[in-house]
């Protein structure tokens, strides 16, 4: 889940409930845009435009290492040659398969639009972004006018109404909230709140020595937006805002504790949080907010929330409101002059490593994806995801389905009971492919081509509204969460239900035109993942309907938990880059091995019993298990990795290869990797959850 104009820290539940396999490392794929002078616009049916099938079924054999044995190193086997030839992109945190899919993507919308008129919301917001000269000659002074509503803020109480409002504009809150399914009864949406106020991507950044090239950036990165806002004393300033930042961080919750539903699912009434987190004035954040007193939320980092309260209410108003105008400020710069753009950009690439800031057109693109993404994505997926396309998917998923039946049914860990309702559940669960059944209407959205920073503002507001407008009514289980012309896929999980965008859906990922073995052992893994997320370590914890109630014994719980604890032993041994190793508490990890565990088995049935073709010397096994490695293909700057490792519930790509495979007996018959490689495991030191 994303916030609009990232205001607020996300809620926990996005990273806990909604889990996505994050393919793509850059911002979402975008929107429709008209063409800028100049640009190497592609012709109609630039070949540009096509998607990008590896060979002629679908493995870049090329792309291999030959020299290098399978299990010694199964990323470079498949991958070293693509490797050895592969730059990294300036303007890229890494180059790979899902970045290519990306590109490929916004190549599309840019050329469906080409020629939209500015008198259209379309047209119309990416015409003020694309206008460079007038956001130049206007310099700061459209952020003048919040930076004064800031500045006139009298004492703690208008600080935590405009820290409410914020949600939907730009700024900082210290905590964010949102409607969700409710834990008891997923029908109902209501209110979920968690932990918020941190300018770095993680906790982590503030505290681990590691990190101190990133908090230096930072700082010196308040300093120079504090001195373009006019601030006095910026140096001072931002003392002050790194020592209260860092102060949140060490009471801030840790990613894995933050998924897990077991320690997130906590009800309260909003006189019961004032209560319980006296520092802050909640009748005042939840009227900016335009929330009105809750009988019943979710309130997720509990206390965490109540430390950053206190922590609010002992610091002077001074230094929260230079905190707050920084964020503002911080918030707004991709929409002002090349100075702010330039700073930003500054203390970006030191966290991921690039070097050079994407073209202003793709930046154009990002922000139209995020405020008119349905309106865009609905001619997207009529030109680019045809209803064969989209029926072959589907067909697809229910054979995933059915894999994944056989192997409840089958797993050792799980009593009759428990497998019963896992059935249940997975009997349950809502397929959404391609695109949504209904399209948002953004009618009441207005879009002014002359008017940058007014557009984004609006827009933040509309997409707030349009969110809150769902809080105490009854769950739409059909709302998407994605536009569908993103490079991703999803598992809705208090709403059981998963979500495979068209954006996705196209090669190496998914193509109507390759082998079988292919797609299954691409897209088929990520179908496998977001299922298993239903049944993983937090999806046990959710039942049929959604509801939080942990469906398994005592005994099998016990089981599977062991199961779970010697996988991640597995892979906190993983260095993704120097000092960065893997948390093995994550569950994403679970579900990348049963998610390729479920489509190996998907993949034959698929054969209903007939041999798999040899096709260019290799069995289908060995297609199915390249297709695999080579849909994770990735080369990644070791700042990013970093990066990743410490704030995002995924293993960087090489791991989400070589982990899940060495776990996988097939793959070792497939390869004939034996005990003297690299990354051999004995059979019973292999993991077996599903």
């Known amino acids: 889940m994303k916030k609009h104009l990232a205001g607020a820290a996300g809620l926990a539940i996005a990273a806990a409930l909604v889990a996505m396999p994050a393919l793509a490392k850059d911002v979402a794929p975008t929107a429709s845009v008209m063409m800028e002078a100049g640009d190497d616009a592609p012709a109609t049916g630039d070949a ?11 493995v870049d054999l090329n792309a291999r290492d030959t020299s290098v044995m399978p299990g010694d190193d199964f990323d470079r086997f498949a991958n070293g040659g693509w490797f050895a030839k592969t730059e990294i992109p300036a303007d890229q945190a890494s180059a790979g398969v899902d970045y290519d899919v990306y590109n490929l993507t916004q190549r599309q919308l840019r050329q469906l639009v080409t020629g939209a008129p500015a008198t259209g919301q379309v047209g ?128 801030s919750w840790k990613i894995a504790d933050r998924r897990d539903i077991g320690k997130i699912n906590n009800p309260m009434s909003s006189a019961e949080l004032a209560a319980y987190a006296p520092g802050l004035d909640w009748d005042a954040w939840f009227a900016g907010a335009g929330i009105a007193p809750q009988k019943r939320m979710i309130v997720n980092e509990t206390t965490a929330v109540r430390d950053i309260a206190a922590l609010y209410a002992k610091t002077p108003l001074e230094t929260l409101k230079l905190w707050e105008q920084f964020h503002v400020a911080d918030q707004a710069a991709p929409y002002l002059s090349k100075a702010f753009v330039d700073s930003r950009f500054d203390y970006n690439k030191v966290l991921s490593g690039v070097s050079e800031l994407r073209p202003r057109w793709k930046r154009g693109l990002t922000l139209v994806d995020g405020s008119l993404g349905e309106l865009v994505g609905e001619t997207y997926s009529s030109r680019y995801f045809p209803a064969s396309a989209k029926a072959k998917m589907e067909a697809l998923v229910a054979n995933l389905k059915l894999a994944m039946g056989d192997r409840i049914r089958a797993n050792s860990l799980m009593a009759p009971a428990t497998k019963q309702a896992a059935l249940a559940k997975l009997e349950k669960m809502d397929v959404m492919v391609g695109y949504p059944d209904k399209w948002r209407d953004y009618a009441a959205l207005k879009i002014d081509p002359t008017d940058l920073y007014g557009n984004v503002k609006r827009s933040g507001q509309f997409e707030y509204a349009y969110s809150l407008s769902d809080l105490g009514k009854p769950v739409d289980r059909k709302k998407w969460s994605m536009n569908p012309q993103e490079v991703n896929a999803y598992n809705g999980g208090l709403e059981n239900k998963i979500v495979f965008p068209a954006g996705i859906l196209q090669a190496p990922y998914f193509s109507e035109s390759v082998d079988d073995a292919v797609n299954y052992g691409a897209i088929g893994a990520v179908i496998g993942h977001e299922i298993v997320h239903g049944f993983d370590d937090q999806g046990r914890k959710i039942d049929a309907n959604g509801a939080v109630r942990d469906w398994w014994t005592p005994e099998d ?84 990795i970093k990066q990743q490792v410490a704030s995002e519930p995924h293993s960087p790509a090489r791991w989400r290869i070589i982990g899940p495979v060495r776990n996988v007996d097939a793959w070792y018959t497939a390869f004939g990797v034996g005990a003297g490689a690299k990354y051999y495991l004995k059979p019973e030191e292999r993991t077996k959850i599903w």
């Open 48 to 58: 540009s435009l096509k998607a990008l099938t590896f060979g002629s079924w679908g």
């Open 124 to 251: 119309g917001l990416y015409q003020s972004f694309i206008d460079e000269a007038r956001v130049e000659a206007l310099g700061a002074k459209p952020l003048m006018a919040d930076l004064a509503a800031v500045a006139a803020i009298k004492d703690k109480t208008e600080l935590a109404r405009f820290m409410g409002a914020s949600q939907g504009a730009f700024g900082m809150t210290i905590v964010g909230g949102g409607p969700y399914a409710d834990t008891d009864d997923p029908t109902v949406n209501v209110l979920w709140l968690g932990q918020g106020g941190l300018g770095l991507p993680e906790r982590e950044y503030y505290l681990d020595a590691q990190f101190q090239k990133e908090r230096d950036a930072y700082r010196a990165y308040i300093v120079r937006t504090l001195g373009l806002t006019g601030t006095k004393n910026p140096d001072a300033a931002a003392d002050a805002i790194m020592a209260f930042e860092t102060e949140i961080a060490k009471v």
């Open 557 to 640: 719980a016990a089981k599977f938990d062991a199961a779970a604890k010697a996988f991640g032993a597995q892979y906190a041994t993983y260095e993704a880059a120097p000092g960065a190793f893997i948390n093995p508490d994550l569950s994403e990890n679970i579900a990348d091995l049963a998610g390729l565990e479920v489509a190996y088995d998907a993949y034959h049935r698929s054969l209903d019993g007939k041999p798999a073709p040899v096709i260019d010397g290799l069995t289908g096994d060995q297609r199915f298990f390249l297709a695999f490695a080579q849909a994770w293909r990735d080369k990644a700057r070791e700042d990013s």
